[in-house]
């Protein structure tokens, strides 16, 4: 919307011009985000506060959790509202990857904003039954992937790109739709498994949101593609925009979240930011290297997974408690020793992911 009105007012003054700038605009949109979500937070939390939206607390989980129950809860829509209004502020609102991105993300959100609703307002400990909720997560990654798919308009936007082997791009044809829809799907749910202590979940969003950045940045910039050995994937660099909306509202939003909490995400934050990192990682053909930045993410997921088959197989648990972070707790690390250790194996593993733009 405001690089509309930059790039008609530079016709009056050329310094209007300096907007036409996608770095610019991506630390705007950062800004922008950061700032809506610092000044909106402690009027959320009142409000949450007095209508009793509050953290329900497992009976089975670690004792230090107790103190958390009525903690204003379902903060992800304040992430979610600076996200939207910065990337609609500063990107190119004609660009089909922008509108992929956001709309795909708010419909995650949406499914979370129900979920959290019906558990916290409703008094449905459940919430939102297993079966719907991943029906409709379904819909909405399936729905993206073919959209995708249908609109490429070259092959590099259907390929899979292999880290660090220049020259390795496998043709997926349809197995590009099942491809985006796991990691869709998948992404949104491993961050929701994660977001189970406070901050966990959304310093490595941030993180991982960041280095995405950049690698939309060199998909989406036919010099830097070229240099680096990527293919070129014309527009996709307008999500950086978008990534950096997502570093800006992450950190405004970490400022109330971090140790010990005054806010949580809920599902409707955790569920739209996994889906989130997933899209963006599939319209800049990097799902590999999310896959290494988001390790945290996959061993929350792996440890789920592992615990509930090894119940089932043999009446046995692999974990004290599921997910992964739980296991250590109860191990008697302190709630922020788990949280600050996984924050620096997310850092590493982001790195990793990085060194793998010149690495090919």
């Given amino acids: 919307m405001l690089l509309q009105l930059t790039?008609?007012?530079?016709?009056?003054?050329?310094g209007f011009?300096?907007?036409?700038?996608?770095?610019?605009?991506?630390?705007?949109?950062?800004?922008?985000?950061?700032?809506?979500?610092?000044?909106?937070?402690?009027?959320?939390?009142?409000?949450?506060?007095?209508?009793?939206i509050g953290q329900t607390v497992r009976d089975d989980g670690p004792q230090t959790h107790i103190a958390k129950a009525g903690t204003p809860t379902m903060g992800g829509s304040l992430i979610l509202v600076a996200i939207a209004t910065s990337t609609i502020f500063w990107s190119d609102l004609s660009n089909r990857f922008v509108w992929v991105v956001l709309i795909v993300t708010l419909l995650f959100g949406a499914i979370g904003w129900v979920d959290d609703y019906k558990k916290l307002v409703r008094g449905h400990p459940e919430g939102l039954r297993a079966r719907y909720k991943y029906f409709w997560q379904s819909v909405i990654g399936l729905t993206c992937a073919l959209f995708l798919f249908y609109t490429a308009s070259s092959p590099a936007e259907t390929q899979l790109i292999v880290p660090v082997f220049k020259n390795v791009a496998i043709e997926l044809g349809w197995f590009f739709v099942v491809l985006a829809y796991f990691v869709i799907v998948g992404s949104s749910n491993a961050v929701n498994l994660t977001d189970g202590l406070d901050g966990l979940a959304i310093l490595p969003t941030v993180m991982v949101a960041g280095a995405l950045a950049i690698f939309a940045?060199?998909?989406g910039n036919f010099s830097f593609a070229s240099y680096l050995g990527f293919p070129y994937?014309?527009?996709?660099?307008?999500v950086v925009v978008f990534c950096g909306a997502i570093v800006g509202a992450g950190l405004g939003f970490l400022w109330f979240n971090t140790y010990p909490a005054q806010i949580f995400m809920g599902d409707i934050g955790a569920l739209a930011l996994g889906a989130a990192l997933g899209v963006v990682a599939v319209v800049t053909r990097q799902e590999l290297v999310l896959l290494i930045m988001g390790g945290v993410f996959v061993m929350e997921t792996v440890s789920v997974i592992l615990q509930v088959a090894s119940f089932k197989l043999t009446g046995k648990r692999i974990f004290r408690m599921a997910p992964l972070h739980h296991h250590f707790e109860l191990k008697g690390w302190p709630e922020s020793r788990v949280i600050v250790r996984f924050w620096v194996i997310t850092m590493i593993l982001v790195m990793v992911g990085l060194a793998t733009l010149k690495i090919r």
């Fill in 17 to 52: 011009g300096v907007f036409q700038y996608l770095t610019l605009r991506a630390i705007l949109g950062a800004l922008t985000a950061l700032t809506i979500s610092l000044i909106v937070g402690p009027s959320m939390i009142r409000r949450l506060s007095r209508f009793q």
């Fill in 217 to 219: 940045y060199v998909t």
């Fill in 233 to 238: 994937i014309g527009g996709v660099g307008e």
């Fill in 7 to 14: 790039e008609y007012l530079s016709q009056f003054h050329s």
